[in-house]
């Protein structure tokens, strides 16, 4: 199976100014994240960014970037940009991973390229994990995905779903037997998928709850979720993420 990984990494950060340029132990972030993905034995591994400090650091690890517009209004935007710019073709299956991710795990990547790989009718595949206290459930910054019996997805939401009606009315716990779901965003594209998707105004439902895979199901493009093989660490928003995972490297 081939496929190929776009790494979109915008300078601008609010909470971490030059995010994708933090020293984490003498490696910049991105080019951590840069080194994951090809541990899953990409065909290519690609960092997409709007500002010449990253392609310079990128570059001298011995690794790709490309410099890409700074105009774009989402991540996908920009690794669509990298695929024309590669010449890559309408089936090629591209791996969107995050900038900030610098401990994401390489076999969830390949887990996501063969999700798509298995059913050619599908404009995206993504993964999730199991949701298990009450608090997350209710963070609007954990993004839920609920999904059909096939794995279908059925929505993304900052809200808590599926709710509980009659068991949250009197508890803040999560009843046996049910379950929750948070969405990790490493997605799987075909490259028509994100030609379709960047050709489509942003709906209504991705301007409400600022998710931009709401896009593909608003217009009725399939999205394939699945349990992700591999814990996934958190990515780096904050500070105090960035301790975090220096901390966690450190060992």
């Known amino acids: 199976m081939k496929f190929n990984v776009v790494i979109p990494a915008r300078i601008a950060s609010t909470r971490l100014p030059n995010k994708p340029l933090a020293d984490?132990?003498?490696?910049?972030?991105?080019?951590?994240?840069?080194?994951?993905?090809a541990r899953?034995?990409?065909?290519?591994?690609?960092?997409?960014?709007?500002?010449?400090r990253i392609v310079k650091v990128v570059e001298a690890a011995g690794m790709t970037a490309v410099l890409t517009r700074e105009d774009h209004p989402s991540g996908s935007?920009?690794?669509?940009e990298v695929a024309d710019l590669r010449g890559w073709v309408a089936d090629d299956i591209v791996i969107n991973v995050q900038g900030d991710e610098p401990l994401v795990p390489p076999e969830v990547i390949v887990q996501v390229a063969e999700s798509l790989q298995a059913d050619g009718s599908l404009a995206a595949a993504t993964l999730c994990e199991p949701i298990t206290d009450y608090q997350t459930v209710f963070d609007p910054n954990a993004v839920k995905v609920v999904f059909a019996n096939d794995g279908r997805a059925l929505y993304f939401s900052r809200a808590p779903i599926p709710y509980a009606r009659d068991h949250f009315a009197g508890q803040n716990t999560l009843p046996d037997g049910s379950d929750w779901w948070r969405h990790i965003g490493v997605y799987a594209y075909r490259v028509w998928a994100l030609e379709k998707f960047?050709?489509?105004?942003?709906?209504?439902l991705e301007q409400?709850?600022?998710?931009?895979?709401?896009?593909?199901?608003?217009?009725?493009?399939?999205?394939?979720?699945?349990?992700?093989?591999a814990p996934v660490p958190g990515g780096v928003d904050t500070p105090e993420d960035l301790e975090r995972v220096r901390a966690q490297l450190a060992g």
């Open 77 to 80: 935007d920009r690794v669509k």
């Open 40 to 52: 899953s034995d990409a065909h290519e591994v690609v960092v997409a960014t709007d500002d010449e």
């Open 208 to 229: 409400l709850e600022s998710l931009e895979q709401l896009r593909l199901l608003e217009n009725g493009l399939d999205i394939r979720v699945e349990e992700a093989c």
């Open 24 to 37: 984490i132990h003498g490696i910049p972030m991105v080019v951590r994240v840069a080194q994951q993905a």
């Open 198 to 204: 960047v050709s489509l105004s942003p709906g209504r």
